[in-house]
């Protein structure tokens, strides 16, 4: 039987503040709440139900899921709307396509398996693959990943028309390991090939935080969660260690709530924004920041789409959105290709209205050299909507220390917090390996049948990765290899932010193991009075 609700006063410090509830965020709170952790949560955003609040409209869905508050962007290569994260309890996980793919062993060990690459400042991860191994396991039972824990579904159009091109061109093309339920499982029900995949799961098939670990730690009765609560500033003892979290409430108010511990969890735009906007005497250029290097590092992964256009009708846009992948260019190798890390291919196909804007994209949604399909071609276009069919470039990027997210020094969000600013600029082995992800895909569409194939520019970032790097020598990263922060003890980060590299793979389900293994050692930490 569940227990009440929890709510913990404000003078009265919680176990743990979570700042977030995401895939991280998510993931940390079911795990603490389970070992009896008195948890508060903190969600800038609303809780949504997925009967009442969902629905099969891309923009209604952008609108009510987005995290459309001000950022300014610079840099060659950022879109004029840097991200697509969402605000909401779940995070992003309510809007991301169920793509669950572990690390390759040799991403881990990024400069040791490429080198120096000039221009970018690769490291080595202080974990490898095998400290990962059983939390990925855990994190797919969670999520209940087809492939690992489920059957495969069977493949959709687009999908099938994806293995053509590729079994005509040598490639190998399979369904990819997806945290979508193939059927009932955990309480949640099977798949009903809807295609709206990002604009949130009404049936609860693709797995959220926002209705499997939320829930669960909610039974407990160890989780106070707030939404529409805003984290501003993070504040600390004169030892130095965190003790409260100032936030925003929905109606403006300004309240602070002691802690005995903080998990940041709010992405790699806002954690590093928090973290720079949390300014005290023991830490004057941001907590956590004697090494310089929060918000630096910035990654997104290089990503890219094709979309092709075909004689007969495809109807791409039924069944899974990411249905199956081609990982034959995965795998590291610069003397084959001109690049060092790999990419995959995956499915992936918008409804009409996303269609018109993306696919060929102007610059608020794309670079600022973009000019966006008008009048008869984008008639033409749209008119074939059913002969389409579509793939997502996502691949390893290069961090550099000048890709980053700053402070504005000026411009401040309704609550008075200063805007992120984030800077992006392709590194040259992103170009190339983008560029080539382009022939090999026009190639395979070709053979597909295809007639015409786009070429189309990455989207605001949905994977934001780095800014606040994971590593073993303070002075070079942020955290430990647990997301703990090296400068203070009782702080952790719990999201794509301590990714050292992006690797080429989607990053929920890391993001979702490390999770877990920071909550056990969390735990861990607490038993033995060290927090």
Same mark, same amino acid.
């Given at each position: 039987?569940?227990?009440?609700?929890?709510?913990?006063?404000?003078?009265?410090?919680?176990?743990?503040? $979570?700042?977030?509830?995401?895939?991280?965020?998510?993931?940390?709170?079911?795990?603490?709440?389970?070992?009896?952790? +008195? %948890? %508060?949560?903190?969600?800038?955003?609303?809780?949504?139900?997925?009967?009442?609040?969902?629905?099969?409209?891309?923009?209604?869905?952008?609108?009510?899921?987005?995290?459309?508050?001000?950022? %300014?962007?610079?840099?060659?290569?950022?879109?004029?709307?840097?991200?697509?994260?969402?605000?909401?309890?779940?995070?992003?996980?309510?809007?991301?396509?169920?793509?669950?793919?572990?690390?390759?062993?040799?991403?881990?060990?990024?400069?040791?398996?490429?080198?120096?690459?000039?221009?970018?400042?690769?490291?080595?991860?202080?974990?490898?693959? *095998?400290?990962?191994?059983?939390?990925?396991?855990?994190?797919?039972?969670?999520?209940?990943?087809?492939?690992?824990?489920?059957?495969?579904?069977?493949?959709?159009?687009?999908?099938?028309?994806?293995?053509?091109?590729?079994?005509?061109?040598?490639?190998?093309a399979r369904p990819g390991y997806i945290a979508i339920n193939t059927e009932p499982y955990d309480g949640r029900g099977a798949c009903t090939q809807r295609g709206y995949c990002f604009q949130g799961c009404r049936n609860q098939a693709k797995w959220s935080s926002l209705y499997e670990a939320i829930p669960k730690a909610?039974?407990?009765?160890?989780?106070?969660?707030?939404?529409?609560?805003?984290?501003?500033?993070?504040?600390?003892?004169?030892?130095?260690?965190?003790?409260?979290?100032?936030?925003?409430?929905?109606?403006?108010?300004?309240?602070?709530? +002691?802690?005995?511990?903080?998990?940041?969890?709010?992405? *790699?735009?806002?954690?590093?924004?928090?973290?720079?906007?949390?300014?005290?005497? +023991?830490?004057?250029?941001?907590?956590?920041?004697?090494?310089?290097?929060?918000?630096r590092y910035y990654m997104r992964h290089v990503t890219a789409s094709s979309y092709a256009l075909f004689p007969k009708p495809v109807h791409a846009y039924k069944g899974i959105t990411m249905m199956g992948l081609i990982d034959d260019f995965a795998s590291n190798d610069p003397s084959g290709r001109g690049f060092v890390?790999?990419?995959?291919?995956?499915?992936?196909? /918008?409804?009409?209205?996303?269609?018109?804007?993306?696919?060929?994209?102007?610059? /608020?949604? *794309?670079?600022?050299?973009?000019?966006?399909?008008?009048?008869?071609?984008?008639?033409?276009?749209?008119?074939?909507?059913?002969?389409?069919?579509?793939?997502?470039?996502?691949?390893?990027?290069?961090?550099?220390?000048?890709?980053?997210?700053?402070?504005?020094?000026?411009?401040?969000?309704?609550?008075?917090?200063?805007?992120?600013?984030?800077?992006?600029?392709?590194?040259?082995?992103?170009?190339?390996?983008?560029?080539?992800?382009?022939?090999?895909?026009?190639?395979?569409?070709?053979?597909?049948?295809?007639? +015409? $194939?786009?070429?189309?520019?990455?989207?605001?970032?949905?994977?934001?990765?780095?800014?606040?790097?994971?590593?073993?020598?303070?002075?070079? *990263?942020?955290?430990?290899?647990?997301?703990?922060?090296?400068?203070?003890?009782?702080?952790?980060?719990?999201?794509g932010s301590v990714f050292t590299t992006s690797a080429a793979e989607n990053p929920t389900l890391t993001i979702s193991a490390l999770a877990i293994r920071q909550a056990r050692h969390i735990i861990e930490l607490m038993m033995e009075d060290e927090l």
């Open positions: 039987m569940a227990r009440a609700p929890l709510r913990v006063p404000y003078d009265e410090p919680a176990d743990v503040v $979570v700042i977030g509830t995401g895939a991280g965020g998510g993931n940390v709170i079911r795990e603490l709440c389970l070992k009896g952790v +008195k %948890v %508060v949560a903190l969600e800038a955003g609303p809780r949504l139900d997925p009967d009442k609040d969902f629905e099969e409209d891309e923009w209604a869905m952008f609108y009510k899921l987005s995290w459309l508050d001000p950022v %300014v962007t610079e840099g060659n290569d950022a879109t004029g709307m840097a991200t697509w994260i969402c605000k909401t309890v779940g995070g992003t996980t309510t809007h991301w396509a169920g793509a669950a793919l572990r690390f390759q062993p040799h991403e881990f060990r990024a400069r040791t398996t490429y080198g120096d690459i000039p221009g970018a400042d690769l490291r080595d991860w202080p974990i490898d693959y *095998s400290d990962l191994l059983p939390f990925y396991e855990e994190a797919e039972k969670v999520m209940g990943v087809a492939g690992r824990v489920l059957p495969l579904p069977p493949g959709n159009t687009n999908y099938l028309v994806m293995k053509r091109g590729a079994e005509r061109i040598g490639l190998h909610e039974a407990t009765g160890w989780l106070d969660l707030r939404s529409n609560c805003q984290a501003l500033s993070i504040t600390v003892d004169s030892n130095g260690l965190v003790d409260g979290v100032i936030y925003a409430q929905s109606d403006g108010q300004l309240v602070r709530q +002691k802690t005995r511990a903080v998990v940041v969890a709010c992405n *790699s735009i806002q954690t590093p924004r928090l973290l720079l906007n949390s300014v005290s005497g +023991k830490f004057p250029n941001g907590l956590a920041n004697g090494s310089g290097t929060v918000g890390g790999g990419f995959h291919f995956e499915t992936i196909m /918008l409804g009409p209205s996303f269609t018109s804007v993306f696919v060929q994209p102007g610059p /608020l949604t *794309s670079t600022k050299d973009r000019r966006a399909l008008w009048g008869k071609e984008l008639a033409e276009l749209m008119e074939q909507y059913t002969h389409m069919a579509g793939l997502w470039i996502v691949g390893e990027d290069m961090p550099q220390p000048d890709n980053r997210v700053t402070l504005h020094p000026y411009q401040k969000d309704q609550f008075g917090m200063p805007i992120p600013v984030v800077t992006y600029n392709d590194h040259p082995n992103d170009q190339a390996m983008r560029q080539f992800a382009w022939e090999k895909a026009r190639e395979l569409y070709t053979a597909a049948g295809a007639y +015409k $194939v786009f070429d189309t520019p990455p989207y605001p970032a949905t994977h934001n990765l780095g800014t606040c790097r994971m590593g073993t020598d303070p002075n070079e *990263s942020v955290v430990n290899e647990y997301g703990q922060a090296h400068e203070v003890k009782n702080l952790f980060i719990a999201d």
